[in-house]
């Protein structure tokens, strides 16, 4: 840091330091005992995901981020009711404040490192309890039986309580996973929710109406189940005059989805293995070669996780200002249907700047509207139907590269930290003289520009993928991440092996030794 002076954080440093925390191996943690880790840290989150929250009335309560429950990795009405929201939003303003210098902090340094993780220990309890208690206080209902117990606020306060133990636990999880086992929990958790809600998307024989007879005005729930049950129960006329509608259009879980699902797919999977090579040779071990991959899709699917996690926040707060009693009365921004308005009970806006920065749920949600208003309209013209594409796609990429290059500076993707990387290694570029800022200039000509685009990519399939919708209500942008995650962790998988077997690769990929 030299003569700089030091973070203010550091004062706060011993309180984050007294939380709870997962304490680093020391040493090399063999790859048996990581893959341990991720399956009992992974089945652990799906028996959270389906314990309950105690004194909760299911029926009343309304989940405010059920249009991100996907990318939030959460379950609703659950402990995980919060999912990784605190996280999420805790590392975007975390990031915001150093890459903006408001913080000053070098994440490079292992001292201001250390200081940096405790104040971020810090600020996800803060964010549990921002987030915690404006749902308990507006839309968690505690049930009758248990508010006459322990009386309303006795009642509310046990319910703020399961939720922070939750999401702490979550944000531990996360914890274990990168210390202990492989890549990152929070991607794995988003990764598990999203597979198991296109699974059930794609395969749920059970009928839309569950309290009704299967029928074909209430077909089984799946779209593959969906489609047989129709045409094995529809004549030829049936199917001309709507049945094929049905299929490809009708919610939920339309045969257009899965199409898109799969697209979606294959196409994350080409760009994922899109790359440049930089040729790398060893300066002491003659013959010693080996290769730097830049990726098109190098910032990773993290900018697109932290611009959700964004949107979903601006959605909460645009619906507490109009809904909750309190905050409804506050003058100009409460009860403001410009800022956005809500209908029915429903989460999801219905109008407003809150309604144009809302995912566009599938093309049944915009594209239909535009194309055959009569049919399919949702109480907005076709200039509003367009103008919401566009500002949600605009704001999606904008952040998105925004986030891009805060999250490659930060975590020690940039110009200066790989080619100190690669200087450590004892590697070098061929032709070059082995000095980090030789190593800087050249990787100066790729990784800033990669970085914009590859923002700009995610943030644009992002932007695709929710609107081509999917199956299981998993959101394009939930299917996007996913598809990137399991590649990624595949990725870390064969560098783990490769460690494994050669001690030496170690130093190269930051493992420890």
Known sequence: MGDEKPSLLFKVKPLGDRLPAVKRPEGHVHFRTKMMWVVVILVLYFVMSNVYVWGLDQTDSLDIFAQYRTIMAGASGTILQLGIGPIVTASIIMQLFVGAKIINLDLTNNKDKACYQSALKLLVIVMILVEAVPQVYGYLVPSDAFEAQFGTYGAKLLIILQLCIGSYLVFLFDEVVSKWGIGSGISLFIAAGVAQAIFTGTLNWYAVDSTAVLSTSNPPAGTIPKAIYILMNTDASGMSSGGYELIFLGQPNPLIALIGTIVIFLVVVYLESSRIELPLSHGNARGARGRYPIKL????????????????????????????????????????????????????????????????????????????????????????????????????????????????????????????????????????????????????????????????????????????????????????????IIIRFYESVGREQMMEMNPVMRGFFGGES
Request: net charge neutral; proline share 4%.
């Open 297 to 484: 899709m190098y910032s990773s699917n993290i900018p697109v996780i932290l611009m959700s996690a964004l949107l979903a926040n601006v959605s909460m707060i645009c619906l507490l200002l109009y809904t909750n009693s309190t905050l409804s009365g506050i003058p100009l921004i409460g009860g403001n249907s410009a800022i956005g308005y809500f209908e029915n009970d429903s989460t999801t806006a219905a109008g407003g700047l809150a309604w144009y920065l809302s995912t566009p749920q599938g093309i049944t949600g915009w594209l239909m509207p535009i194309l055959n208003p009569t049919t399919y309209g949702n109480d907005h013209s076709v200039l509003q139907n367009v103008c919401h594409v566009f500002i949600y796609g605009s704001v999606m990429v904008m952040g998105s590269i925004m986030f891009a290059k805060f999250w490659v500076e930060t975590t020690n993707l940039g110009s200066e930290a790989v080619a100190n990387q690669i200087q450590k290694s004892g590697m070098q570029i061929p032709g070059f003289r082995r000095e980090p800022r030789v190593l800087r200039r050249v990787l100066d000509r790729y990784i800033p520009t990669i970085t914009i685009l590859s923002g700009a990519l995610i943030g644009l399939l992002a932007t695709v993928a929710d609107m081509i919708g999917t199956t299981g209500n998993a959101t394009g942008t939930g299917l996007l991440l996913t598809v990137g």
